[in-house]
């Protein structure tokens, strides 16, 4: 394991303390992107979504209602819950 300089552990907390905000940041995004792609690469960002979801503690029955659904609109509503803290 390589020795990291105290700025670089300093960055790696700082990413860690706020990865909640940036996984939600993240699923607002790929909800974004689910509305405009097509093909093979919205399946890449369901699998995407799914992994933000899980790693956000939304509730599993609520991951398989949005991944079965394949609706970018029902994603959206979990991004809205998670902004204002329904879900946590």
């Not at 960055?11 to 792609?37: G, P």
């Not at 209602?65 to 609706?71: G, P």
Request: hydrophobic letters at 35%; glycine letters at 2%.
């Amino acid at each position: 394991m390589p020795e990291y300089s105290n700025y670089q552990k300093d960055v790696i907390k700082r990413y860690y303390d706020n990865r909640d905000s940036i996984d939600q940041q993240r699923l607002s995004e790929l909800c974004t992107n689910l509305f405009l792609t097509e093909g093979k690469k919205k399946q890449k960002l369901w699998e995407k979504a799914q992994e933000i979801m899980e790693r956000l503690n939304v509730p599993p029955t609520r991951i398989d209602h949005v991944l079965k659904s394949a609706d970018p609109a029902i994603l959206a509503e979990v991004v809205k819950d998670l902004e204002s803290g329904v879900i946590r």
